[in-house]
């Protein structure tokens, strides 16, 4: 399952880092995902739209067993 959810993320990364972030996967337990978010991510206002709107929208789309994502 991690494999996967890190296919994914790759797919999102180039995106955040052209503003200057990055994300990075810390787990996968129980259909929840933990991410550091970093770089210009970890102090940017909009950091939790870009988590749901972004990063855990895809993660559900290509991953129906993900729940949600979270920020650690």
Do not use: F, H, W, Y
């Amino acid at each position: 399952m991690k494999e996967k959810v890190q296919a994914v993320m790759d797919k999102i990364r180039p995106m955040l880092q052209a503003d200057g972030g990055d994300v990075e996967l810390v787990d996968v337990e129980n259909g929840i995902v933990k991410v550091r978010l970093t770089g210009a991510c970890k102090g940017c206002p909009m950091s939790q739209m870009t988590l749901k709107n972004g990063i855990e929208r895809l993660l559900k789309k290509e991953i129906p067993e993900i729940k949600s994502v979270e920020s650690v």
